[in-house]
């Protein structure tokens, strides 16, 4: 259930997308785009923090989607049109800087292969994986675990049709630049991949075989986030998500609680400037114990879900 909270959290995407412009390897199969079909109407969760001059939303994201959900519209689209700046995890960098920060962090030159790293009952798993995706072994023989195990998350989602171009983010940023709103992130291209490369190796490899024994739950998977997302049950997507961290503590205090208390401090202090601020941030995030919205409630700021 590793790959479960990675989704929710949405490091999947920053992961994943850096790693497909990594080193001079092969390119990675990309399905081409399915026709849209009607759009369908969705209202996921948005929360708001405010005092007499400073107003700050909280938008949680799912940072890949299918074309064709309506989301940025209604309460979400006047939220963010009132605001004077957008606040993401990461401001995207340039793929040449994303490729270099992958190259170093991603790859190990010398050593043990992937393969040899992995449990002996775990290769044969792990090879018919990547036959299965027409992924060459070649590819990922010298990758660390994490970033095999976010690469297998994602090319799944792409062949049934989720696109990064559709996700939050990109619709966000791009309606920013338009706009010509400030764009911010919380934290820098170095700190998230940090955050995966960092893990201990036996956290690595876990989240690479839960990620293997995984792949053939991944339509039902991301179509019950994708859903509770949709209709704006945070309580729902907060259950799907506590399956992944309870039996990987070093996983959730790392790329969960740790950055949530971060978060709400940084909430915290940008209300002493006045102005209006739209966060948009995986709603993993936003949801569970321990959660941005629980943080706050403990430092006496209340976020009060807005209706629409």
């Known amino acids: 259930m590793l790959r479960k909270l990675l989704l929710a959290l949405g490091l999947i995407a920053a992961g994943t997308a850096a790693a497909q412009t990594s080193a001079p390897t092969p390119t990675l199969p990309v399905p081409a785009p399915k026709p849209t079909a009607a759009m369908v109407d969705a209202d996921p969760a948005l929360w708001v923090v405010k005092d007499a001059d400073t107003t700050i939303y909280l938008f949680g994201t799912v940072h890949l989607l299918k074309p064709g959900l309506s989301w940025f519209d209604e309460g979400v689209k006047k939220a963010f049109d009132s605001s004077d700046e957008l606040v993401l995890e990461m401001v995207q960098p340039a793929p040449e800087a994303m490729q270099k920060l992958v190259m170093a962090k991603g790859f190990a030159m010398t050593g043990p292969t992937l393969p040899e790293r992995l449990p002996a009952a775990d290769r044969p798993m792990y090879t018919k994986a990547l036959a299965d995706l027409g992924l060459p072994s070649a590819l990922f023989d010298r990758a660390q675990p994490w970033l095999v195990a976010t690469n297998l998350s994602l090319m799944p989602l792409l062949k049934l049709g989720y696109d990064p171009a559709s996700g939050p983010e990109s619709v966000l940023t791009a309606a920013a630049t338009t706009e010509k709103k400030v764009i911010t992130g919380l934290e820098t291209p170095e700190q998230q991949i940090g955050y995966l490369a960092g893990l201990s190796e036996p956290t690595q490899v876990a989240f690479l075989e839960s990620t293997l024994k995984d792949l053939p739950k991944t339509a039902s998977t991301m179509d019950d986030m994708v859903g509770a997302w949709s209709r704006g049950d945070p309580a729902k997507l907060g259950e799907l998500m506590n399956d992944g961290v309870k039996d990987t503590p070093e996983l959730a205090k790392t790329l969960l609680y ?51």
């Not at 940008?270 to 709603?283: D, L, N, S």
């Not at 993993?284 to 879900?305: C, D, F, N, W, Y």
């Open 258 to 308: 740790d950055r949530n208390a971060r978060w709400a401090q940084w909430i915290k202090a940008r209300m002493a400037k006045p102005g209006t601020v739209f966060i948009a941030v995986g709603a993993g995030h936003l949801a569970g114990p321990q959660s941005v919205i629980e943080q706050l409630k403990a430092m006496k700021l209340t976020a009060t879900r807005v209706p629409y």
